[in-house]
Nanobody
Framework: VQLQASGGGLVQAGDSLRLSCAAS????????MAWFRQAPGTEREFVGA????????TYADSAKGRFTISRDNAKNTVSLQMNSLKPEDTAIYYC????????????????WGQGTQVTVSS
């Protein structure tokens, strides 16, 4: 099983980025999918999650109104559209999968991706 995250980079405050997560070795239509992030010296924190069908999403307060998570089960991919980026969004972003619903707790994740670096300069 592999979750390949991509799309990170160096941007300025106020810019947008779109992260993608391509799954192989599993069919994501059975899985809730989520994005987490981890800044240096901090714990990995929840960003947003989407249910298996794409009809239900939930976000951390820091992401609400700026980030949108979506999925394409036919392509076995999940995306995170990030707008109005802030320097405090700088982190490594990880996609995650769990059979059924995936919540905010990083302990209850079946699979992790390898992460993609997002750096937002002021």
């Amino acid at each position: 099983v592999q979750l390949q995250a991509s799309g990170g980079g160096l941007v300025q405050a106020g810019d947008s980025l779109r992260l993608s997560c391509a799954a192989s070795g599993l069919t994501i239509s059975r899985y809730g999918m989520a994005w987490f992030r981890q800044a240096p010296g901090t714990e990995r924190e929840f960003v947003g999650a989407i249910d298996w069908s794409g009809s239900s999403t939930t976000y951390a307060d820091s992401a609400k109104g700026r980030f949108t998570i979506s999925r394409d089960n036919a392509k076995n991919t999940v995306s995170l559209q990030m707008n109005s980026l802030k320097p405090e969004d700088t982190a490594i972003y990880y996609c995650a999968a769990r059979v059924g619903w995936i919540g905010r707790d990083r302990k209850f994740v079946d699979y992790w991706g390898q992460g993609t670096q997002v750096t937002v300069s002021s």
